[in-house]
């Protein structure tokens, strides 16, 4: 197969559907707000997991979703917050698309960080980069996300600009 196919499968996706299930399973105890930052790897570890011909007696679970993490960390209500959020900032990107029209570094800055927006909730399904995980990435992967939100935030700067300039942009 292709890129390693049902063995590359086997090996990483397999196993992350188990991580994946064995945190929502521990979730489930406080859908609706979760378990808190961080806590749900001490519940995870507290039963044995399989997965293949592997077992692990106290594993070291981290779900490698941001999307699981924030579910387990803050519930089904922070997870729906953080969604809106970010459907915010979508709609801020496809306005400020439309204004800035085609030319010039502000409609360049203004595609690039939707494109960025679309990358970052597509990789949010792989990994925990954009909110780092402390079990996973620790303290040193917020340095690679906080370039992220701080020129996501630049959208605003710009939306600020249209509106000291009347709009004139």
Same mark, same amino acid.
């Given at each position: 197969?292709? #890129?390693?196919? *049902?063995?590359?499968w086997?090996?990483?996706?397999?196993?992350? /559907?188990?991580?994946? *299930?064995?945190?929502?399973?521990v979730t489930? $105890?406080? +859908?609706?707000?979760?378990?808190? +930052? #961080?806590? =749900? $790897?001490?519940?995870?570890?507290?039963? @044995? %997991?399989?997965?293949?011909?592997?077992?692990?007696v106290? +594993? #070291?679970?981290?779900s490698h979703?941001? =999307?699981?993490?924030?579910?387990?960390?803050?519930?089904?209500?922070?997870?729906?917050?953080f969604?809106?959020?970010m459907g915010e900032i979508?709609?801020l990107?496809?306005?400020?698309?439309?204004?800035?029209g085609? !030319?010039?570094?502000?409609?360049?800055?203004?595609d690039?960080?939707?494109?960025?927006?679309?990358?970052?909730?597509?990789?949010?399904?792989?990994?925990?980069? /954009?909110? +780092?995980?402390?079990?996973? /990435?620790?303290? @040193?992967?917020? !340095?690679?996300?906080?370039?992220?939100? %701080?020129?996501?935030?630049g959208?605003?700067?710009?939306e600020? %600009?249209? !509106?000291e300039e009347?709009?004139?942009?």
């Amino acid at each position: 197969g292709y #890129a390693g196919g *049902e063995a590359e499968w086997t090996v990483s996706g397999g196993s992350r /559907i188990a991580l994946i *299930e064995r945190v929502v399973e521990v979730t489930m $105890r406080n +859908p609706l707000t979760g378990l808190g +930052p #961080a806590a =749900y $790897r001490a519940y995870a570890a507290m039963k @044995p %997991l399989g997965y293949g011909n592997a077992f692990w007696v106290v +594993p #070291a679970v981290n779900s490698h979703n941001n =999307y699981v993490d924030l579910f387990a960390h803050v519930g089904l209500l922070g997870l729906g917050l953080f969604l809106w959020f970010m459907g915010e900032i979508a709609a801020l990107g496809g306005r400020l698309h439309v204004r800035q029209g085609r !030319q010039g570094f502000l409609a360049g800055f203004v595609d690039g960080m939707l494109a960025a927006w679309a990358g970052s909730m597509a990789l949010m399904m792989l990994a925990d980069w /954009i909110l +780092p995980h402390v079990y996973n /990435i620790g303290f @040193p992967g917020f !340095q690679a996300s906080v370039l992220l939100w %701080l020129f996501l935030g630049g959208l605003l700067v710009v939306e600020r %600009l249209g !509106q000291e300039e009347g709009e004139t942009r």
